[in-house]
T-cell receptor, first 113, second 119 residues
Framework: GQQLNQSPQSMFIQEGEDVSMNCTSS?????WLWYKQDPGEGPVLLIALYKAGELTSNGRLTAQFGITRKDSFLNISASIPSDVGIYFCAGPPIIQGAQKLVFGQGTRLTINP | DTGVSQDPRHKITKRGQNVTFRCDPI?????LYWYRQTLGQGPEFLTYFQNEAQLEKSRLLSDRFSAERPKGSFSTLEIQRTEQGDSAMYLC?????????????????FGPGTRLTVL
């Protein structure tokens, strides 16, 4: 099945730094989603991308849908303590009518104050 | 709109016991999904419902697992004869199911999860 690989697996940064993470797949996706999960909670949708090359922002977060449709990037500018958590990329498999999501293994972000 | 709720939040059981989890979706959401998340991994799809119909089941859903959504509102996930490998966070999500057309997917809203520990 389609799998998503995220890198890096973890990041340790200083407050105020910018963050970049990415997600790749061996097969194409028509939709890329970025979720954030806090400890003990379910994932929360941050950004959804539906078109190759699309660049979408949500506050300090910016995500891009790769031109090849096999990757996506998430950037966080001027990180703050509440950005701590695990970031997941996800997308529906490219099967007609598929509604389930496939998730990457996550990027864990830790911020030193 | 109170969001997706799950009960219980935590469950500790002994191997071989049966457990049942409940999920209440956002009201009027037609689609309901179950995922399993183990430590250090992303959620993995288990099954999903459109109203009361169970439309897809993952191969992860062994014969010991059963999910129901009898009236198209809340859903239950039962695990029979639990094994230590069943220890995980079980997440429920819901989506409206009415406004989008593939390949655009509904936004899935996740609940807080039920953390299962099998001793």
């Amino acid at each position: 099945g389609q799998q998503l690989n995220q890198s890096p697996q973890s990041m340790f940064i200083q407050e105020g730094e910018d963050v970049s993470m990415n997600c790749t797949s061996s097969s194409i996706f028509n939709t890329w989603l970025w979720y954030k999960q806090d400890p003990g909670e379910g994932p929360v949708l941050l950004i959804a991308l539906y078109k190759a090359g699309e660049l979408t922002s949500n506050g300090r977060l910016t995500a891009q849908f790769g031109i090849t449709r096999k990757d996506s990037f998430l950037n966080i500018s001027a990180s703050i303590p509440s950005d701590v958590g695990i970031y997941f990329c996800a997308g529906p498999p490219i099967i007609q009518g598929a509604q389930k999501l496939v998730f990457g293994q996550g990027t864990r972000l830790t911020i030193n104050p | 709109d109170t969001g997706v709720s799950q009960d219980p939040r935590h469950k500790i059981t002994k191997r071989g016991q049966n457990v049942t989890f409940r999920c209440d979706p956002i009201s009027e959401h037609n689609r309901l999904y179950w995922y399993r998340q183990t430590l250090g991994q992303g959620p993995e799809f288990l099954t999903y419902f459109q109203n009361e119909a169970q439309l897809e089941k993952s191969r992860l859903l062994s014969d010991r697992f059963s999910a129901e959504r009898p009236k198209g509102s809340f859903s239950t996930l039962e695990i029979q004869r639990t094994e230590q490998g069943d220890s995980a966070m079980y997440l429920c999500a819901s989506s409206s199911g009415t406004l989008t057309q593939w390949p655009v997917t509904d936004t899935q809203y996740f609940g807080p999860g039920t953390r299962l520990t099998v001793l």
